[in-house]
């Protein structure tokens, strides 16, 4: 059981480039998350999935889309990145029951833009 | 959505309870009070959310207030391992969309 697993680690990108952040976790969750985190600041949430075949926008989304492959999988797309999106990467998921919320993070994706 | 406070930094000695408040005064009556902690350049980890009653896990115990405006979360023997950001977080949606504030710094000196 790997829980949430997230690549690349690393990424340098030119302005204007494009890549995807991939995530998978293998907990049989419902929903999933994408946020980034700049340095020194808290988490901010850019995308999430509240079940397979939906997305919706969080706090951050100008500059991402995202696609929610299927139950396992929930991928991030940068089409044209800038500087102001170097930052850490961090997917999660959860399992929705009534009472419980618990996140589970993968371990990030180090963006640098140049 | 209910926001929460919290101190932007504390220090703690290694071996000591430590003591986190954490102020959400607009809570609604059906919003758990949840918290997460990061140690550096790693994924935040789960330690503990309740509602109205007081909660312990083998990680830590949650103490909420009667009238739910604030909690505390206490790490009972902080270990150097202890140190991290500590987020304390309020439910903001029905299916559990958190929202991170900027944490408490928590150091733990030998």
């Known amino acids: 059981n790997a829980g949430v697993t997230q690549t690349p680690k690393f990424q340098v990108l030119k302005t204007g480039q494009s890549m995807t952040l991939q995530c998978a976790q293998d907990?049989?969750?419902?929903?999933m998350y994408w946020y980034r985190q700049d340095p020194g600041m808290g988490l901010r949430l850019i995308y999430y999935?509240?079940?397979?075949?939906?997305?919706d926008k969080g706090e951050v989304p100008n500059g991402y889309n995202v696609s929610r492959l299927n139950k396992r999988e929930f991928s991030l797309r940068l089409e044209s990145a800038a500087p102001s999106q170097t930052s850490v990467y961090f997917c999660?998921?959860?399992?929705?029951?009534?009472?419980?919320?618990?996140?589970?993070f993968g371990p990030g994706t180090r963006l640098t833009v140049t | 959505d209910a926001k929460t406070t919290q101190p932007p930094s504390m220090d703690c000695a290694e071996g000591r309870a430590a003591n986190l408040p954490c102020n959400h005064s607009?809570?609604?009556?059906?919003?758990?009070v949840y918290w997460y902690r990061q140690i550096h350049s790693q994924g935040p980890q789960y330690i503990i959310h309740?509602?109205?009653n007081n909660e312990t896990n083998e990680m830590a115990s949650l103490i909420i207030t009667e009238d739910r405006k604030s909690s505390t979360l206490i790490l009972p023997h902080a270990t150097l391992r202890d140190t991290a950001v500590y987020y304390c977080?309020?439910?903001?949606?029905?299916?559990?969309?958190?929202?991170f504030g900027a944490g408490t710094q928590v150091v733990v000196t030998p």
């Open positions: 999660a998921s959860h399992v929705r029951a009534l009472s419980s919320y618990e996140q589970y």
């Open positions: 907990m049989n969750h419902n929903s």
């Open positions: 999935s509240a079940s397979e075949g939906t997305t």
């Open positions: 607009t809570i609604s009556g059906n919003e758990y």
């Open positions: 309740g509602l109205k």
């Open positions: 977080i309020v439910r903001t949606d029905s299916w559990g969309k958190f929202q």
